[in-house]
């Protein structure tokens, strides 16, 4: 009998989408995101501007669906858990090497930059490279305001292969590798499990993943925070996986 194995916080988030044109970052205190789904793909499975899953096979479970808060004021130094899949629906003797992960590209997020605060939402137009869509945010003596952030939309950039949007939850209509179209409200992004996974008959293995948020919010341009420019967006959190048990 082959028993189950959860995931606990298994998440490879935003590649730097914004790195191209980012001036600041900062601490978050909120953090909400949506993960909608997880899937493995085997060996030999191959992501560049074509997405090429090899015997991929759904694992999402638990708060798959849920807005999670990783923020600090949430879970302290921005760390945190929670139940979201489960390892035990592959197959045995394959072997696993990559994880897509899809989420939703609104994040809600409290926090400041150096020189900025979050003041207001953002929308789902933001873009690399200019303000559009972006929140609006205030200088950081400000107090800062509970903001709906969106992941920058980008097109088919050769450095973010591993990450695209999608139409839906489900992953229908991908974009190729790079590319954000600012019209979806999902993106996928995928990552190297760094040790392949291979599920064993009568083994549970523990999955496990912390993160931070000291840098997870963006500010693109710093000179107009006093003047409540929109310049706020969603950056990446720092992650770290573990695979103990195997």
């Known amino acids: 009998m082959i028993k189950k194995s959860k995931l606990l916080i298994i998440l490879f988030l935003l590649t730097s ?36 899953c090899i015997n991929g ?13 990783i923020g600090s004021a949430a879970i302290g130094i921005g760390q945190a858990a929670a139940t979201l899949g489960n390892f035990g629906k592959v197959k045995t003797g394959v072997k696993y090497t990559h994880i897509i992960t899809t989420l939703s590209r609104d994040f809600q997020i409290t926090g400041s ?13 933001t873009n690399v490279g200019d303000d559009t869509g972006r929140g609006a945010s205030a200088p950081n003596t ?22 695209r949007s999608v139409s839906d939850a489900a992953g229908s209509n991908p974009e190729p590798g790079g590319t954000l179209d600012a019209d ?25 993943m912390s993160f931070g948020t000291l840098n997870a919010l963006h500010a693109k341009t710093q000179g107009d925070c006093a003047a409540s420019g929109n310049e706020m967006s969603a950056y990446y959190p720092d992650t770290s996986l573990t695979i103990q048990g195997q």
């Open 17 to 52: 989408v914004t790195s191209a044109y980012s001036e600041q970052t900062g601490p978050a205190t909120e953090y909400k995101m949506t993960i909608h789904k997880l899937e493995l793909c085997a060996d030999g499975s191959t992501f560049t501007t074509t997405w090429n």
């Open 142 to 163: 400000t107090t800062p305001v509970s903001s709906k952030l969106w992941v920058p939309a980008m097109n088919n950039q050769s450095a973010h292969r591993g990450i």
């Open 113 to 125: 930059t150096a020189l900025c605060s979050t003041a207001g939402d953002g929308a789902k137009t």
């Open 57 to 69: 096979v759904d694992v999402s479970g638990g708060s798959v669906g849920e807005a999670i808060d």
């Open 184 to 208: 979806h409200l999902f993106f996928q992004n995928v990552g190297a499990l760094a040790k392949p996974y291979v599920l064993k008959p009568g083994q549970i293995p523990t999955v496990t």
